[in-house]
């Protein structure tokens, strides 16, 4: 474990408690995003692993080492820092901010410029830009360069308190692109205090979201989307993100009806009739003895057949069109909607068959997310949704210990 | 104007010498005191405006009475003058350091920190070098000052081109108070043009 957090608190001197009993476990390479609204702590807890402040209690290791016994001024050297006004020192060249903490660690001139120069290409500044000032840059290229100095000393963690925050959405991006990468080809540790969610959503492996001082939910962004914890976070991602998200993150499996009408090859068709009668569908569906899908009967192939004992499998249309359970509606409505079928037999890992998908419900999803906003307000527009709404629920509970 | 300087040339080299004196160690003396103090002001939380106003307080002292006023304490001769001028220099440099030094921006001072430097690094390699020119501008105003006030010092026997002006006043000869005067403007405006430069030199590329 690269960085552990236990039992943190901090407790100001006028009482107020602004981070109250934290725990987290980091794994190097991991993106972490602190998220929450102003006063949540996030900041607070953020500044202590490099103690720019103390806790009240608790311990922080790094690499099983409690740094309240480290000196702090040679623990901040080892951990790159970029705050949200940049930081870059005004009276020094690019070059000389890039080298300020391989200079205070006492590296060489040459070890130091050749670092500088490595450090620029990653920051994917043009090298002539070394021997400008902070300030004869856009605010984009500033925080660029904000961003891979805090990683000129090699360091394996970098804290990052809204880096990006005074940025316009296009350079944001690309800013966020070039943490993504650092993160990913390097494998440098990131935590990262933001408080725009879609940030947090795309950069974090993990997020971390906080409400006056305590952890509301710690999670990978997918399984907040699905299960956001209570209110409060589902507030947070916001009703609208969280149904453009549905086809993403929503499985075949919760949007399936779970009793599918079907048949086993031995019945007749007189069995299959009655069958077809006394659930009102037009379509069964064939399983073995062991639930194992076969293929569909359909109303217009049984008009042609006058034998009433004639067995299902003598009729039994074998191709048949199928989805996994637990694929993604995003991954799997384009195939079903081009099928043109009106239903779509679920199966799970073993070809059984565990329900079926109508193309109301798909349709339905799909709108949803194109439209940003629920059908209906208040009411789910079809009991199929009201599945999918009591599902989501349900879970979303399960998951909120 | 010839006839003049042919009478005192050697007398005024040398008044010239005393007042430069007078006025180097006055300023020497306020820059040491008043840019540490300033700088110490801006890390306390209280009290910074107290001791700006106190040193607010001694500038309004008249520059007659303060000089009298050295004098059961130091006697006469140039060590009163010298702290009497020192005292005057303090205000503009102590203000203008902690002016500049407060507005170094706070984003600097938390990423030098967060860094790894220590007080004295941060102190010495980005927030000094950042508010020097603002504490430089103090130090060339307080320049002025005390080469100007340092004319008085006479009046308590420290010398000085003041030496000129007060017996051309008593003798009633302009010459004399003239031959006083237009060194000391010279002196003044060569020594604000000097550390001008100066000033400009400490002045951060980008800031300039």
């Known amino acids: ?52 402040l103390n806790q009240t209690s608790g311990t922080i290791k790094i690499n099983g080492k409690d740094i309240a016994k480290m000196d702090p001024v040679k623990l901040r050297r080892s951990i790159g820092y970029v705050i ?24 060489s001139k040459e070890k130091r410029a050749k670092q500088a120069v490595k450090m620029i290409d990653l920051a994917q500044l043009p090298q002539e830009m070394l021997n400008r ?7 984009g290229q500033q925080q660029r360069i904000g961003v891979v100095r805090a990683l000129a000393a090699d360091q394996d963690i970098i804290l990052m308190d809204e880096p990006f925050g005074a940025l316009d959405p296009i350079t944001r991006e690309s800013l966020q692109e070039l943490v993504k990468r650092l993160q990913e080809d390097l494998g440098k540790t990131f935590i990262f205090v933001t408080h725009d969610m879609d940030e947090a959503l795309h950069l974090a492996t993990r997020v971390v979201i906080m409400s006056h001082g305590k952890q509301v939910q710690v999670d990978t962004p997918n399984n907040i989307l699905r299960h956001p914890a209570n209110e409060f976070v589902t507030n947070l991602i916001g009703e609208e993100r969280l149904i453009r998200a549905q086809p993403n993150i929503l499985s075949v499996s919760q949007i399936m009806l779970k009793n599918p009408v079907a ?12 069958l077809m009668h006394s659930r009102r569908v037009d379509t069964l569906l064939v399983t073995d003895t062991d639930g194992v899908l076969e293929g569909y009967v359909d109303l217009d192939d049984i008009n042609r057949i006058t034998d009433a004992t004639t067995p299902v499998s003598r009729f039994t249309n074998r191709e048949v069109f199928y989805v996994q359970a637990s694929s993604l509606i995003g991954d799997t409505v384009d ?21 079926i998908v109508t193309r109301t419900a798909l349709v339905d999803i799909v709108y949803d997310a194109l439209r940003g906003a629920p059908a209906t307000d208040e009411e789910p527009a079809s009991p199929i949704n009201a599945d999918i709404h009591a599902a989501a629920t349900h879970e979303g509970g399960e998951s909120s210990q | 104007m010839i006839h003049f300087l042919q009478t005192y040339g050697m007398q005024l080299i040398s008044k010239t010498g005393q007042h430069l004196y007078i006025s180097a160690a006055a300023l020497g003396l306020g820059v040491i005191v008043a840019v540490p103090l300033g700088i110490l002001l801006t890390r306390m939380k209280h009290g910074a405006n107290a001791v700006i106003t106190l040193a607010g307080v001694l500038q309004t002292i008249p520059a007659m009475a303060l000089l009298a006023m050295m004098i059961p304490i130091f006697g ?39 860094m790894g430097m220590t007080w004295w690094q941060s102190m010495v390699r980005a927030e000094i070098p950042l508010a020097a020119p603002v504490i430089m501008s103090g130090i060339r105003l307080s320049a002025t000052y005390v080469i100007a006030w340092a004319t008085l010092a006479s009046y308590i026997g420290a010398g000085g081109l003041g030496d000129f002006i007060f017996n051309g006043l008593n003798l009633y000869r302009s010459d004399l108070i003239l031959g ?19 000033e400009a030199t400490v002045t951060p590329r980008e800031l300039r």
């Open chain 1, 1 to 52: 474990m690269l960085l552990s957090m236990e039992h943190l608190n901090k407790e100001y001197p006028n009482g107020k408690l602004a981070v109250d009993d934290f725990n987290l476990q980091v794994d190097r390479g991991e993106f972490i995003c602190f998220i929450g609204t102003s006063g949540s702590g996030k900041t607070t807890t953020m500044r202590m692993i490099n103690r720019m």
């Open chain 1, 84 to 107: 949200q006004n940049v930081g870059l020192m005004p009276h020094m060249t690019i070059k000389e901010n890039i080298e300020i903490v391989p200079k205070l660690l006492g590296w």
């Open chain 1, 133 to 139: 000032y902070p300030g004869e840059l856009s605010g």
């Open chain 1, 263 to 274: 048949i086993t090859p031995d019945k007749t068709l007189d069995d299959a009739i009655d």
């Open chain 1, 335 to 355: 195939r079903i909607l081009k099928q043109g079928v009106k239903n779509v037999p679920v199966v799970d890992a073993k070809k059984h068959l565990v329900g």
């Open chain 2, 76 to 114: 006469i001769g140039s060590t009163p003058a010298i702290v009497a001028l020192f005292i005057y220099s303090l205000l503009p440099i102590l203000r203008n350091t902690y002016l500049g030094m407060e507005g170094v921006s706070p984003a600097v001072r938390d990423a030098a920190k967060g």
């Open chain 2, 180 to 198: 006083g005067s237009i060194p000391v403007i010279i002196l003044a405006l060569v020594v604000d043009y000097l550390l001008g430069r100066l």
